[in-house]
């Protein structure tokens, strides 16, 4: 615009000085001219600016990966002198707490209701909000501008994609009647279930005592005896783009909750009622899901919430609030793990670690029990998964 502006003031003051100094007046005249259709250029602008709206519109969710066609409607009056139209449109996505800003430049058509097709990246899951905030028109002669001030805004979420995971179930995940599972980690005072002998504390029940046994060793012994307690399930994720000093890619984050999410989808498929957790804060935030609708709402929270700056924050927050002892199966996703927090939960809860990952896909157990199944980002959305329980 700066330069049309040059271009302009220099052909004005051209023909002008021709005019003054070789005493012609055609060229008075067209300087004339000139400085009316400035004038005139000037005036339509404002004019139009003031009847021109603009409208956004699309759709409201889809999967990532998926194509997100967005349309923007230009309205103009039957009278417009405006040569173009230039808007930048804002896109906030909330898990990933970005902004990012894509100026468009239109040319209005002829008809008064002109419709500009844009497509937004849905690479990164979450729940996103598209805003214009101002537009900006031009002249015919590109000279000036003119600022309109808008509020448009549209809200999509772009949902997980949902990979195929199959959950092959090693023992049955829930019991509704108390008594039927015992765990061999938490102390109870069933004497159907004995699942340890120890030395005598103070406090013990004069019950648990192992007569024939402390007879025997000279010394009092106790049975340790398993608590009843119905098989509860979590699944605690843990997207986060570094887990202490170690940086993942944002497509493992991606694979994070698409893991997550298509395993707590592929356990109510199969009617195993679970829970999932996620850090809110500075604390683990637990959500049952026994049903579809339950499941969608867990979906809907998890794009509505900012990923943790550090995932171990995750692990170790599950720890110090003492949740493992809510439940009995803890399948933790993340792109990384820490070894320490990882050992320390396993002694107190059957511990599973579901892992997305850049390199290569693997199995493995570590030494002190627990497993770890990782998935490479390249296949968890091109290939099925089978993943025991």
Not at 16 to 36: D, E, K, M, P, Y
Not at 136 to 157: M, N, T, Y
Not at 178 to 190: C, L, N, P, Q, V
Not at 303 to 319: Q, T
Request: net charge neutral.
């Amino acid at each position: 615009m700066r330069k049309n502006r040059i271009l302009y003031l220099a052909v004005m003051s051209t023909v002008l000085g021709c005019g003054l100094w070789g005493g012609r007046r055609l060229a008075l005249l067209i300087t004339v001219l000139l400085a009316v259709l400035l004038a005139v250029s000037a005036a339509g602008l404002y004019l139009s600016a003031r009847g021109m709206t603009v409208s956004l519109q699309g759709k409201h969710s889809c999967y990532s990966g998926q194509e997100l066609r967005l349309c923007i409607r230009l309205r103009r009056p039957a009278f417009c002198f405006v040569g173009s139209v230039s808007m930048k449109l804002l896109c906030e996505n909330y898990v990933f707490s970005t902004e990012e800003e894509t100026l468009y430049v239109m040319e209005p058509g002829r008809g008064r209701l002109s419709e500009y097709d844009v497509y937004a990246d849905t690479a990164d899951c979450g729940e996103r909000v598209f805003r214009i905030e101002e537009m900006q028109c031009s002249d015919l002669l590109g000279l000036f501008h003119a600022k309109i001030p808008v509020k448009e805004e549209l809200r999509c979420v772009v949902y997980p994609y949902d990979a195929q995971i199959y959950v092959s179930l090693r023992r049955q995940i829930m019991r509704e009647q108390i008594g039927e599972i015992y765990d061999a980690k938490r102390s109870g005072t069933d004497v159907s279930e004995v699942f340890g002998l120890r030395e005598y504390r103070e406090g013990d029940p004069l019950q648990s005592i192992h007569w024939k046994l402390s007879g025997k060793l000279k010394q009092v012994i106790v049975r340790e005896f398993g608590r009843p307690v119905n098989y509860q399930t979590l699944i605690l994720l843990a997207p986060a783009l570094r887990y202490g000093e170690r940086k993942v890619s944002a497509k493992a984050v991606n694979g994070v909750l698409d893991l997550g999410v298509s395993f707590s989808h592929a356990l109510v498929n199969q009617n195993i009622p679970h829970y999932a957790g996620y850090l809110l804060g500075e604390e683990i935030c637990c959500m049952p899901v026994d049903s579809v609708q339950s499941y969608e709402t867990v979906r809907n929270r998890l794009m509505n919430f900012a990923i943790p700056e550090n995932g171990d924050r995750v692990l170790l927050s599950f720890l110090n609030q003492q949740l493992y002892k809510e439940y009995t199966k803890i399948v933790y996703v993340s792109g990384a793990v820490d070894e320490t927090a990882a050992r320390s939960l396993f002694t107190q809860a059957d511990l599973m670690i579901l892992q997305a990952v850049d390199g290569p896909s693997g199995h493995l157990i570590d030494r002190d029990g627990y497993e770890v199944i990782s998935i490479s980002t390249e296949k968890i959305r091109s290939m099925e998964h089978v993943i025991p329980l």
